[in-house]
């Protein structure tokens, strides 16, 4: 039988063919399996920043005067008030367009006098010149600085010496004042500021700020907060009623006597850039003048209503001032500060009792 034979060969094809299934098994699976490309690790370096630790650079604000709150460079000499006559016989006074501030009053008679400040200009010349008044001193006393004027009573002379201020007096001979031979006294004497600063006083310096002042016109309180206005009007006294009119070109207020404009002697049109409304009582001082007619002040330690006009705006006021030398504080509705637009400055001190003004 051929059986037997045949097993050998049969068991060598199975092993064979087995081997052959193995090796496309294997074959099949190395082909089927991904093949992984070994990259080198990528590092990002960042850059090295070393933290700032110091605080924030103060920002560096120009100097400006304190009278004005203009920029510039400002000189530490004191302020110098000087008491000036506003009758028709004294127009047109002499340096007022150059003071900083002027401050128009009504003495006895119904007359205006004016106390008109320097410290950031040197006018030449200034006049005229005339008498102390009890209310010189609440304006005055918070300059610390020097008053000049022509003489006065007795007893305003005193409180003039009490306030604190350096005292100038063509009455008692002080350098600086003079006559004039163009005008009939007492409407002639005039003062020379320069001789006057030459004068002062060791430790007279530089004024504190007397009102607020923003740092520019457009951020003013009136400019911001205020509504328009063209005109100013003022009734002061029978004998007073200056008004203000706006001049966009110039951005100032322009200033009118009655319906004339007012002028300095130098042709200058007389303007301010803030014009600041003051009521405030006006009662009797107790000191007499000629025939007997009462000497008023006006009651200036407490607070009221007032506006203030800048830019061509108007917006209402209350002031404020804690003593006689104490500077006079403007505030809004809200009771933040009426800061003023940089420049010069009229204030009209409006009789509580007799005055009135309009905005038109």
């Known amino acids: 039988m051929t059986t037997t034979a045949s097993r050998p060969r049969t068991a060598r094809r199975w092993r064979a063919g087995a081997a052959t299934a193995g090796l496309v098994l294997v074959l099949a699976a190395c082909s089927s ?69 002027v401050w128009e009053t009504i003495v006895e008679f119904d007359v205006a006098r004016l106390v008109a400040v320097f410290q950031s200009q040197v006018p030449a010349e200034i006049g005229p010149i005339r008498s102390v008044r009890p209310m010189d001193m609440p304006i005055i006393a918070p300059l610390h600085g020097m008053f000049a004027y022509s003489g006065g009573q007795p007893g305003i002379l005193a409180l003039a010496h009490a306030s604190g201020a350096q005292i100038l007096s063509h009455d008692a001979g002080d350098a600086g004042f003079y006559r004039t031979k163009t005008r009939a006294a007492p409407h002639n004497v005039y003062g020379s500021p320069e001789t006057f600063w030459a004068s002062a006083e060791a430790g007279r310096t530089a004024p504190a700020e007397q009102f607020s002042f923003a740092r520019t016109a457009q951020r003013a309180a009136a400019v911001r907060a205020g509504t328009p206005a063209t005109t100013l009007t003022f009734s002061l006294s029978s004998a007073s009623k200056p008004s203000w009119t706006w001049d966009a070109g110039s951005g100032t207020w ?67 001032k804690a003593a006689e030398d104490q500077p006079m504080v403007l505030t809004l509705a809200d009771g933040s500060a009426a800061d003023l637009a940089p420049g010069n400055t009229w204030v009209e001190l409006v009789p509580k009792e007799t005055g009135s003004y309009t905005i038109g």
């Open 254 to 320: 322009l200033r009118s006597e009655g319906s004339s404009a007012a002028m300095a002697a130098s042709g200058a049109r007389l303007s301010a850039v803030n014009v600041v409304t003051i009521v405030a009582p006006h009662p009797p001082s107790g000191f007499k003048a000629q025939n007997n007619a009462s000497v008023p002040t006006y009651s200036l330690v407490g607070s009221g209503e007032g506006t203030v006009a800048t830019g061509g705006m108007t917006v209402p006021v209350t002031w404020s």
């Open 33 to 101: 399996a991904p093949v992984v490309v070994p990259t080198p690790d990528t590092v990002t370096l960042q850059p090295t920043i070393t933290p700032d630790k110091g605080s924030a650079p103060t920002p560096v604000l120009p100097a400006t005067w304190p009278l004005t709150g203009v920029a510039g460079d400002v000189v530490a000499r004191p302020a110098l008030a000087v008491k000036i006559e506003n009758t028709s016989m004294a127009r047109p006074q002499t340096g007022l367009e150059q003071a900083d501030v």
